[in-house]
């Protein structure tokens, strides 16, 4: 442990400037984030090009998708709640306690994923059809699935451990954990749907396989001499003063993930209630188009955490301010400028996933309501975000359920019933809760923001 230390006394996260590192870390992560984006949508992009049966299939995989959200935001309830913890731990220059950290995340995150496979396993069909499969996709969507459930550990590894490559300042490692992985699905893809013709099993075996390489990648690093924390065996082990605070923290990025299961279970369910089948399917893809939007703001964010955690637990109180100034500045521009564009011409990123014109009609419309609030999306990923970098679980947490189970899930029931709004009630769901919980997360952050800076702020 003593070479680590000494080794991290000049860490860049200390003592970089700031511009450059914020590039030399958030570009990394943005890109990782695309191809994680290209990752999800990959599957979509072919299912909806088989012959015949894709328009089916693509619905299929769009009610089986919450399930796959919700297996994810587990791996975030562990990773996203312990990087943080970990990276201020070695602010403080307290590599044990980051040590400790990981270990008990990897042995949860091991049997977590154990009992999600399981569990998921025995209730998938009645789910698929609570979540919105019909007699004619409910197929698709549970061959997709099945497979998919295999490679639950490999994904929870793959997406929860990575965080703890990420917060020592790897963002090129962390960034090739999903390359990797996201490379193998582009090439397995089209081999095992059309050249296999294994359709949606193909698709759903492709995914796994992918994911267990990520996985493989992730543990080899983090057993290795580079990594500045390691996974050893005598961590591997429940500590429940080390566990429940990183649980506690990582509530808050779970809630954002696992509700986006509840999120579109209502949508799916009130498209196929006021709609059809092909709103189900248009419905899936304004789901990944958002996507779009979201996961490269989300990567800059998560490029500047280590920043922000880092220098909260040295207690540079300054460089924290800096940090989160030009991630919010950067997170704005973003947003407005990449939503703009989609609104402005939306059909060649709804025609990305179908060549149905009917679904292209569907979406086209649809996705100039529904994707507003993304215009100012940006501020309450950055001021969330920084909650989260900064340890402090119960704003985060709040934040977490403004947006989708206060404002969201509640107007997406209302809205439809109201008169004759029906499908366009959903789509005026979403930026009505985006624009009154962006407007809340800056105000809880503008009041907030000196009261957490100010135990550390030097003299």
């Given at each position: 442990?003593?070479?680590v230390?000494?080794?991290?006394?000049?860490?860049?996260?200390?003592?970089?400037?700031?511009?450059?590192l914020?590039?030399?870390?958030a570009?990394?992560?943005?890109?990782?984030?695309?191809?994680?984006?290209?990752?999800?949508?990959?599957?979509?992009?072919?299912?909806?090009?088989?012959?015949?049966?894709?328009?089916?299939?693509?619905?299929?995989?769009?009610?089986?998708?919450?399930?796959?959200?919700l297996?994810?935001?587990?791996?975030?309830?562990?990773?996203?709640g312990?990087?943080?913890?970990a990276?201020?731990?070695?602010?403080?220059?307290?590599?044990?306690?980051?040590?400790?950290?990981?270990?008990?995340?990897?042995?949860?995150?091991v049997?977590?994923?154990?009992?999600?496979?399981?569990?998921?396993?025995v209730?998938?069909?009645?789910?698929?059809?609570?979540?919105?499969?019909?007699?004619?996709?409910?197929?698709?969507?549970?061959?997709?699935?099945?497979?998919?459930?295999?490679?639950?550990i490999?994904?929870?590894?793959?997406?929860?451990?990575?965080q703890?490559?990420?917060c020592?300042?790897?963002?090129?490692?962390?960034?090739?954990?999903?390359l990797?992985?996201?490379?193998?699905?582009?090439?397995l893809?089209?081999?095992?749907i059309?050249?296999?013709?294994?359709?949606?099993?193909?698709?759903?075996?492709a995914?796994?396989?992918?994911?267990?390489?990520?996985?493989?990648?992730?543990?080899?690093?983090?057993?290795?001499?580079k990594?500045?924390?390691?996974?050893?065996?005598?961590?591997?082990?429940?500590?429940?003063?080390?566990l429940f605070?990183?649980?506690?923290?990582?509530?808050?990025?779970?809630?954002?993930?696992?509700?986006?299961?509840?999120?579109?279970?209502?949508?799916?369910?009130?498209?196929?209630?006021?709609?059809?089948?092909?709103?189900?399917?248009?419905?899936?893809?304004?789901?990944?188009?958002?996507?779009?939007?979201?996961?490269?703001?989300?990567?800059?964010?998560?490029?500047?955490?280590?920043?922000?955690?880092?220098?909260?637990?040295?207690?540079?109180?300054?460089?924290?301010?800096?940090?989160?100034?030009?991630?919010?500045?950067?997170?704005?521009?973003?947003?407005?400028c990449?939503?703009?564009?989609?609104?402005?011409?939306?059909?060649?990123?709804?025609?990305?996933?179908?060549?149905?014109?009917?679904?292209?009609?569907?979406?086209?419309?649809?996705?100039?309501?529904?994707?507003?609030?993304?215009?100012i999306?940006?501020?309450?990923?950055?001021?969330?975000?920084?909650?989260?970098?900064?340890?402090?679980?119960?704003?985060?947490?709040?934040?977490?359920?403004?947006?989708?189970?206060?404002l969201?899930?509640p107007?997406?029931?209302?809205l439809?019933?109201?008169?004759?709004?029906?499908?366009?009630?959903l789509?005026?769901?979403?930026?009505?809760?985006?624009?009154?919980?962006?407007?809340?997360?800056?105000?809880?952050?503008?009041?907030?923001?000196?009261?957490?800076?100010?135990?550390?702020?030097?003299?």
């Amino acid at each position: 442990m003593t070479n680590v230390t000494q080794s991290s006394e000049n860490n860049p996260l200390a003592s970089a400037p700031l511009g450059p590192l914020m590039v030399q870390l958030a570009v990394p992560t943005v890109f990782a984030q695309i191809v994680n984006l290209l990752y999800n949508m990959v599957d979509r992009i072919y299912v909806g090009r088989i012959p015949e049966t894709g328009t089916y299939a693509l619905a299929g995989l769009g009610v089986s998708f919450p399930i796959i959200l919700l297996i994810s935001a587990f791996a975030s309830l562990v990773g996203m709640g312990g990087a943080p913890k970990a990276g201020i731990a070695m602010g403080k220059k307290d590599y044990q306690q980051a040590e400790e950290i990981l270990g008990n995340a990897t042995l949860f995150i091991v049997l977590l994923s154990l009992c999600l496979c399981g569990i998921f396993f025995v209730v998938k069909e009645p789910i698929l059809m609570m979540f919105g499969a019909s007699e004619t996709t409910l197929p698709y969507a549970n061959q997709y699935l099945g497979i998919y459930l295999l490679g639950t550990i490999s994904v929870q590894i793959a997406l929860g451990l990575n965080q703890f490559i990420s917060c020592q300042g790897f963002a090129k490692i962390s960034m090739l954990t999903v390359l990797i992985g996201a490379i193998s699905n582009i090439i397995l893809d089209p081999i095992l749907i059309y050249g296999f013709h294994m359709g949606v099993k193909g698709a759903a075996l492709a995914t796994i396989i992918s994911q267990t390489i990520s996985a493989i990648w992730v543990l080899l690093f983090l057993s290795g001499k580079k990594s500045l924390i390691r996974i050893r065996q005598q961590y591997l082990r429940f500590n429940p003063r080390i566990l429940f605070p990183v649980l506690a923290l990582g509530v808050s990025p779970f809630i954002m993930q696992s509700t986006e299961c509840l999120v579109q279970l209502t949508f799916n369910t009130g498209m196929q209630k006021y709609g059809n089948d092909y709103y189900v399917g248009a419905m899936t893809i304004l789901f990944s188009v958002t996507q779009m939007l979201f996961l490269p703001i989300q990567g800059l964010a998560q490029g500047a955490t280590p920043i922000i955690s880092f220098n909260y637990g040295a207690r540079d109180s300054e460089r924290v301010r800096q940090t989160f100034q030009l991630m919010f500045i950067a997170s704005i521009v973003f947003s407005f400028c990449a939503t703009s564009l989609i609104l402005l011409f939306p059909r060649p990123f709804i025609s990305l996933f179908s060549n149905d014109p009917e679904i292209i009609r569907i979406g086209s419309y649809g996705i100039r309501i529904y994707a507003f609030g993304f215009l100012i999306f940006g501020a309450q990923c950055a001021c969330q975000q920084t909650f989260l970098a900064l340890g402090q679980a119960k704003i985060s947490m709040f934040l977490a359920l403004l947006r989708k189970v206060i404002l969201l899930i509640p107007l997406a029931i209302i809205l439809p019933a109201i008169g004759s709004l029906g499908v366009n009630g959903l789509f005026i769901a979403e930026p009505i809760s985006d624009i009154l919980a962006v407007f809340t997360t800056v105000a809880m952050f503008a009041l907030q923001f000196k009261k957490i800076l100010a135990p550390i702020e030097t003299l």
